[in-house]
């Protein structure tokens, strides 16, 4: 399967949108090599602001500029967006739902090699839980590109989670991308397997290993964390009556934690979250994944556990 890396098709995504529509600017600070923001700046200069190392600064000047018409996407590494941006992006983009585009790269564990400090597993479960912050995680290069035209034309912020590494692609340019709407990849009646990011492709996989195994596995890309697709959640918890969810951040406040507190208020049904539980390691990217528990292995394992809780 053909692998593309996120964050090379998110810089070219931005560029293509930059081509037709001049509100589009973009801030970044001092990475725009690394979050490919840099492939705008290229075409675009004077719609383009390296702020240097200084991220609250950065997204303050977003706020700015959404005032005065523009639609700024702020780019750099998740982990010190959600940290050192957070004051502003809570306070002066939040509180006035002023119509930014948050781009937080290199997130879950895809910065493998620079470790804990820029690895980031938290960054979801805090956009997320600030009032009228729309929070989306794409799977792979065609999703990222529809994703980014998509928020361009959504008045109001935005946290838009890339990974680094490449990726599989698992979708071709006939992709249908909604705002709030889960996409079906796969069918099922055992167990449902909600997926977001690039570990989407770990849950296909998966859900392949299940079906030799005379388990039938539905698997749902869950692109919009919030507002997240309820009626879909309830309509395969009462279809399969057991869930697995699966993502590259913390299993506190994040897709997990948002699809159980859908479940608990009409439709209660086993659910099994896999996601991190501690501070990774610095090293190889897959070999990470293989560590901390997001294998198809694994997640085969989880969805026979919660099957066996019905």
Request: hydrophobic share 45%; with cysteine; glycine share 8%.
């Amino acid at each position: 399967m053909k692998k593309v890396a996120i964050r090379d098709a998110y810089g070219e995504a931005l560029k293509k949108l930059g081509l037709v529509n001049e509100k589009i600017i973009a801030l970044e600070a001092d990475v725009g090599a690394s979050t490919k923001s840099a492939v705008f700046g290229k075409e675009f200069p004077d719609r383009y602001f390296n702020v240097g190392i200084s991220e609250m600064n950065m997204t303050a000047m977003a706020a700015g500029f959404a005032l005065e018409g523009f639609v700024p996407f702020v780019n750099t590494f998740a982990s010190f967006l959600t940290t050192r941006g957070a004051d502003p992006i809570q306070c002066l983009i939040a509180y006035d739902r002023l119509n930014v585009k948050l781009a937080g790269t290199y997130c879950g564990l895809s910065d493998s090699y620079d470790g804990a400090s820029h690895h980031s597993i938290t960054d979801m479960a805090f956009v997320r839980a600030i009032p009228g912050v729309t929070v989306v995680s794409v799977s792979d290069a065609v999703e990222t590109e529809k994703a980014v035209f998509a928020l361009a034309e959504y008045e109001g912020p935005v946290y838009l989670r890339l990974s680094r590494a490449p990726a599989p692609v698992i979708y071709d340019e006939t992709l249908k991308f909604e705002i709030g709407k889960g996409i079906v990849i796969k069918e099922g009646s055992d167990v449902t397997i909600i997926a977001t990011g690039t570990v989407l492709h770990k849950a296909l996989e998966a859900a392949k290993l299940l079906s030799e195994e005379g388990i039938e596995a539905a698997v749902i890309d869950m692109h919009t964390v919030k507002p997240i697709d309820r009626e879909l959640i309830y309509s395969y918890a009462k279809k399969t009556g057991a869930i697995v969810t699966v993502e590259e951040h913390s299993i506190h406040g994040g897709l997990g934690s948002a699809v159980a507190e859908v479940l608990v208020q009409e439709c209660p049904v086993p659910v099994e979250i896999i996601g991190a539980e501690e501070f990774a390691e610095s090293g190889d990217y897959e070999q990470l994944l293989e560590k901390y528990g997001y294998s198809s292995r694994e997640i085969g394992a989880a969805c026979r556990k919660v099957m066996a809780r019905k």
